[in-house]
Every structure is written in C-alpha cells, then in structure tokens.
C-alpha cells in the first residue's frame, strides 16, 4: 500500500518505470499523458481541447488536468494507493492534488525522482520518436518541453524535498536496475513490494 508520483524530466524513463512499479506493487499507474493520449486517439471533447497544447509541447491547463486526475482518483481501484506518472507537473496541480488526498483523508507517502543527464534525455526522445510516433517527440517541441519541465515542473522537487518525501534515484542504466533502484529505496522507507 503506498501512494507515490514520479517526477523526472521528459524521456527520464517515468512511464517505463510506471508500469513496472504498478506490477510490483499492484497498484494503479495513472499517467495523465497517456489520459490525454487515449482521449487525443478517441477525439473526445478533452482530448480535442488538448491536442493542441501537447501538440507544441505545452502544459494542457490545470482545471483540465486537475479535473481528471481527481476523477481518476476517486475511483475504487485508487483505494489501496497509487503511483501518479506524470503529475504534477505545476505548484498549482501540488495545491490540487493535496486537496483531492486531504478529503480522502489522504496523503502522499512518497515522490520518486528520476535523475537524468539531459544529453541521454535527448537521445532517448529521439529513439522514441521513431519507434512510437509521438507526435510531440519532434526536435523543436522537445526542447520546448524541456524548457517547461526546467521552469514549471523542477521547483517541485524542492517542495516535496522539503516535506521530506523525496526520494532521488539514477535513471541511467538498465531498465530492470533502474527498477530494482527504486524498490530498494521504497523498501527502506518501509513499502515493500
Ligand atoms: P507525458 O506523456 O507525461 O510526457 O505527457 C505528454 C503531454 O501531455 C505533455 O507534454 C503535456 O502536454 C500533457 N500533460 C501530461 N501530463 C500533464 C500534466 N500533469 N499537466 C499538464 N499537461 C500534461
């Protein structure tokens, strides 16, 4: 039972890692990327309104974002913990997400950073690129992104440090020892898998 996000920037790995730790722990993955997309795919109201943002690498808005990760929350599946991929993302989405937790009765046990040199982050989006199409894997909109993740996304990591729930790990490396990384560090903190 833990509840926890991943932090890291764009190409550190979080989404691999997401699904990997949801198995362990046998909680729920909920990446708001993979929201957006599914709901980009099925041109949902949602989905037609983000487009555009996460097509040039920008932020979809808060109250939209906000919106439905405390939908997605509330749902019974979430009851037993969680692992958030991906949000937050902004100060304002920390204000949000310690409200949807603070009237569950809630709070988060911990944040998982994962460091990476952004020359390797580079190189990863570009080998993504091809393999999955993303259309916001492109050169520019990357940088974009980047940029973003360095203003808007970095000072939580700060804010979170300071509640005492950071826990930074290496994402360099072999998939499955980047894993294992974090389970010990989780271990430690009293949340086996
Ligand atoms: P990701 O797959 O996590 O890299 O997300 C892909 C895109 O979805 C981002 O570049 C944003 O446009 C949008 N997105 C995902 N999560 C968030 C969030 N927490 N806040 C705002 N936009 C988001």
């Known amino acids: ?72 929350l509330a749902q019974k599946d979430c ?42 982050v580079i190189d990863r989006i570009r080998g993504r690129a091809t393999e999955q199409g993303r259309t916001d894997d492109s050169e520019d909109v990357v940088r974009n992104r980047l940029e973003l993740y360095a203003r808007e996304t970095a000072p939580l990591i700060e804010v979170y440090g300071g509640r005492g729930l950071l826990v930074s790990v290496d994402g360099i490396g072999a998939i499955d020892d980047v894993t294992q990384r974090i389970v010990e560090e989780l271990a430690r903190r009293g949340f086996s898998a």
């Open 79 to 120: 009851e037993l913990g969680f692992l958030l991929d991906g949000y937050p993302r902004t100060l304002d989405q920390v204000r949000a997400l310690d409200e949807v937790l603070a009237s569950q009765g809630n709070q988060l046990d911990v944040v998982v950073e994962l460091t990476v040199d952004p020359e390797i």
């Open 1 to 72: 039972m833990v509840r926890m996000l991943l932090v890291g920037p764009p190409g550190a790995g979080k989404g691999t890692q997401a699904v990997l730790l949801s198995d362990a722990f046998s909680i729920p993955a909920i990446s708001t990327g993979d929201i957006f997309r599914a709901n980009v795919r099925d041109e949902t109201p949602l989905g037609i309104e983000a487009k555009g943002y996460m097509d040039r690498g920008e932020y979809v808005p808060d109250s939209l974002t906000n919106a439905l990760v405390a939908d997605r």
